[in-house]
């Protein structure tokens, strides 16, 4: 989903623009790279109702993320809307085992009688399955997201000790924080578009068109598991193994791996906080200004004509 500001800029202007504009309004005299932007900041919301976000310093850290949550609590929603306006690389658990449920394969097998039953797999399994995606050639010293996964103390031991020997380690964990009783209100009105993952909500996000997607026209679905009896199950599991996942994280976070907690009732709410945070604290090219490097579809869903794959836990 296309950032809102961006839609509703009447002009684009390049930087470059920005900063001729600028300096002739300067006294004389060289300008420090923090200074300059923040002065093309103050004209971009003077004359087009924006700003531009100070750009990180050039020794910045790269980011590679992961996202925490409730069920339901809007993770895929906020990690879609940073992939599609940010040149950054993807990573879900769960598309992964979709992938492997689409496919026969014996994991995806054995996760789908699981997911079916409200539970989780075990940690050695998932664990191999996204690590092996992580040391993908092309993903070295490139910005990503890994959604939905680890869920367990023990998964992110494992991921963090990964990581560590190929010296790529965690620089953002982000706990999106959203009231049980708001998540509960939302899982009746949640349908989705099985081959893209796009999500839709009938209370605050409808699509165009009811029961179809925005994109192709294509019929939505409900998921299997949004209904109360499973959504319970899930979220006692979220309590009971992935709350300690978040203490364990805020025992370790430093200085070059960061922590932060976001509140809000909707994506829409908690997407403002989000996209600060990275703005201003990593390395990011936007999708219209990235170079013409290979772009790497590590998790996407199959998207065969008329295959519908089983939502997972996201």
Do not use: C
């Amino acid at each position: 989903m296309t950032a809102t500001n961006a839609l509703l800029a009447p002009v684009r202007i390049s930087p470059v623009r920005f900063r001729s504009i600028t300096s002739k309004a300067q006294a004389p005299g060289p300008a420090s790279p923090t200074a300059q932007a923040h002065r093309d900041a103050h004209f971009a919301r003077t004359h087009y109702g924006q700003a531009l976000s100070p750009k990180p310093s050039p020794d910045a850290p790269v980011l590679r993320m992961l996202m925490f949550g409730k069920p339901g609590a809007g993770k895929g929603t906020l990690s879609t809307r940073l992939v599609n306006k940010y040149d950054i690389n993807f990573l879900s658990a769960g598309d992964i085992l979709r992938q492997n449920i689409a496919d026969k394969t014996e994991v995806g097998r054995i996760a789908e009688e699981i997911v079916a039953a409200g539970g989780l797999l075990p940690d050695d399994v998932i664990t191999n399955v996204v690590t092996s995606k992580l040391d993908a050639p092309a993903l070295q010293h490139r910005p990503w997201i890994l959604d939905g996964f680890p869920r367990t103390v023990g998964q992110g031991e494992l991921l963090d000790v990964h990581l560590r020997n190929k010296s790529t380690p965690l620089s953002l964990i982000v706990n999106v924080d959203v009231s049980d009783e708001i998540i509960l209100g939302r899982i009746s009105d949640r349908w989705i578009h099985s081959p893209s993952g796009r999500v839709y909500n009938m209370s605050y996000n409808r699509p165009k068109v009811d029961g179809r997607d925005d994109v192709t026209g294509e019929p939505l679905v409900k998921r299997p598991d949004d209904n109360p009896e499973i959504f319970a199950r899930r979220l006692k599991a979220f309590y009971e193994q992935t709350s300690p996942l978040l203490a364990y994280y805020a025992s370790r976070a430093s200085a070059s791996t960061r922590l932060v907690t976001l509140k809000g009732a909707t994506s829409d709410e908690i997407w403002p906080q989000l996209e600060g945070i990275v703005q201003q604290s990593f390395r990011l090219r936007p999708k219209d200004s990235s170079s013409h490097s290979p772009r790497v579809d590590l998790a996407s869903p199959r998207r065969e004509e008329g295959k519908r794959v089983a939502e997972m836990p996201a």
